[in-house]
């Protein structure tokens, strides 16, 4: 009689599964790119308002365009997040489409960091190109997984 071996585990326990690596990466990708087109679209916002006098040039926390910025920072983060989740359905265990997804929405915040100088070389015109480029990297990847 002889007994088949059984399937390698992760740490917690659950059926290892390295043909998801891939899939993961891209509906990370994916997510933290969703974010990145809403904060940088915001950003843009903020320069549009500041260009036409209607936003303080030098805001203070105070103000609406601080909100506006704070938002699409966490807005960013979300978007990510649940983008990510839901790309990953094919992962069944939850525990690690919410460390994947939680990933995705932190890498987002420093990923943003280059609205910094995207604005400071090529202005908000730049920042509106920069979320149009994520854009459509994003919902290349997430074309590429299936997702229609």
Do not use: H, K, N
Request: with cysteine; hydrophobic share 55%; aromatic share 6%.
């Amino acid at each position: 009689m002889t007994t088949t071996p059984d399937p390698p585990t992760s740490p917690t326990g659950e059926p290892a599964a390295p043909e998801q690596v891939g899939l993961a990466f891209r509906a990370m990708l994916s997510g933290a790119l969703a974010g990145l087109t809403l904060i940088a679209a915001a950003m843009w916002l903020m320069r549009t308002l500041q260009a036409a006098g209607r936003a303080p040039t030098a805001p203070t926390p105070g103000d609406a365009v601080a909100t506006l910025v704070l938002l699409a920072w966490v807005g960013g983060a979300g978007i990510a997040g649940l983008l990510a989740w839901g790309l990953m359905a094919p992962i069944r265990s939850a525990y690690r489409r919410g460390g994947f997804a939680m990933v995705a929405g932190f890498g987002t915040l420093p990923l943003a960091f280059v609205t910094a100088p995207v604005d400071a070389l090529l202005g908000r015109w730049g920042l509106l190109g920069l979320a149009a480029a994520s854009a459509s990297c994003g919902a290349l990847l997430a074309r590429r997984l299936g997702i229609r």
